[in-house]
């Protein structure tokens, strides 16, 4: 057997942030075999040394690594198969990688090393999405009331009442004129007080939610809140006629050197402020309060979100890919250089096309059926499982 171990302090658990620098060592492994394998086929194996949800982590984190340097993950017969499990030593957890290939068997052995965040147990939390509207017409954002629901459209706000008899159209604010859209309209809706506000590209629109309240709309480059409440006044704000933000600022001013991006999610971590943006390139990004890079991921789409669940943390909510191209929704959290995941996959009905940050533990989510092409609002709820 060809046994390649690297050796290090062991611990008694797997944390965060040793899952991501055992992916990082083994990626570089395996990228540098002798037969200069470009395709690999990963399974795990349980035999209760870690927990599933870790086994799905490093598989997730050892394919991101890979990739980085040109590794294909594959499930062709040709790949070269590679079988993940952990196991118990006397000085703590090995990280065993099986290779299969020819009569020999191989295997590289990474024992876990310790890491600051090892006592740091990780939570998890569970979705629950509710269906609260569905039409023709995109939808930009909306906000439910007591009694009823406030939609966003290109062009127009409008209020929806819950009665009896079902839901009915009570009035209709009309923005044409006012907004000055790209090609792909966004827009942002939230509830102060007995008012509403839409946020639109280059402009502010306020009414009172009430039928025939009057719109008030003025010019406004002071940017879209990112979580509603939040007590750092988070604001995004849109490129000029194009559908991606340009800034991020706080009360303390704008985040420097930070790429144009198309969404921003803001969380409390147990090492500070921590900004996820998903920039242009594919990629999402996290930075520190200082504007420095300390992570990234391409496994998430362009639509983030973050919560926070009583008793439970923050959490980032992404929209992720599964292996037969399905569109999922996902929380994770963040363990001291990358996020790991801390629910079971949510899927959807159709692609996201929004998803907006919502009081407390809930989060906006707005879908586009492919056969129908009809939208639907979603509110995503986040309660802790554990």
């Not at 990626?27 to 799905?56: F, K, M």
């Not at 009414?207 to 509603?228: F, I, K």
């Not at 998430?300 to 439970?312: E, H, I, M, T, Y």
Request: proline content about 6%; aromatic content about 6%; hydrophobic content about 40%.
């Amino acid at each position: 057997m060809f046994v390649l171990m690297i050796l290090f302090v062991a611990t008694s658990r797997v944390s965060g942030s040793d899952l991501g620098q055992l992916a990082r060592q083994l990626a570089s492994r395996i990228s540098a075999l002798p037969d200069g394998s470009r395709a690999v086929n990963l399974t795990a194996r349980e035999n209760g040394a870690v927990s599933e949800q870790e086994l799905r982590e490093l598989r997730r984190l050892l394919t991101e690594e890979l990739k980085k340097r040109r590794v294909a993950v594959s499930q062709e017969p040709s790949a070269l198969t590679i079988v993940l499990s952990f196991s118990e030593a006397l000085s703590g957890k090995l990280l065993i990688a099986e290779i299969r290939r020819g009569e020999a068997p191989e295997a590289i052995i990474l024992p876990v090393p310790a890491g600051p965040s090892a006592s740091t147990p990780l939570r998890r939390v569970s979705l629950q999405k509710s269906l609260v509207w569905r039409q023709g017409e995109p939808i930009l954002d909306f906000v439910l009331l007591p009694d009823g629901l406030l939609v966003l459209s290109p062009g127009k706000v409008s209020l929806i009442r819950n009665e009896v008899r079902g839901w009915t159209l009570e009035h209709v604010w009309d923005l044409r004129g006012v907004e000055h859209l790209p090609r792909d309209p966004r827009g942002r809706l939230l509830l102060t007080g007995s008012e509403f506000r839409a946020y639109l590209p280059r402009f502010e629109c306020h009414a009172a939610v009430q039928a025939g309240s009057a719109l008030a709309c003025e010019p406004s480059n002071t940017g879209w809140p990112v979580v509603p409440g939040d007590s750092s006044d988070a604001r995004l704000r849109l490129a000029k006629s194009r559908n991606y933000f340009d800034q991020l600022r706080t009360t303390n001013g704008p985040l420097p050197g930070l790429p144009p991006f198309y969404a921003a999610a803001l969380l409390a971590s147990q090492t500070g402020t921590v900004w996820a943006l998903a920039s242009l390139d594919g990629n999402t990004r996290f930075y520190n309060s200082r504007s420095a890079e300390i992570g990234r991921t391409n496994a998430w789409g362009p639509n983030l979100a973050s919560a926070q669940v009583p008793d439970c943390s923050s959490w980032f909510l992404a929209v992720t890919d599964s292996e037969a191209g399905n569109e999922a929704l996902q929380a994770f959290q963040w363990m001291t250089d990358h996020p790991m995941v801390g629910s079971e996959r949510l899927e959807l009905d159709g692609v996201s096309t929004a998803l907006w940050a919502d009081e407390g533990n809930r989060v906006r989510l707005v879908t586009r059926d492919l056969k129908s092409g009809r939208y639907a609002a979603w509110s995503v709820a986040l309660d802790c499982a554990d």
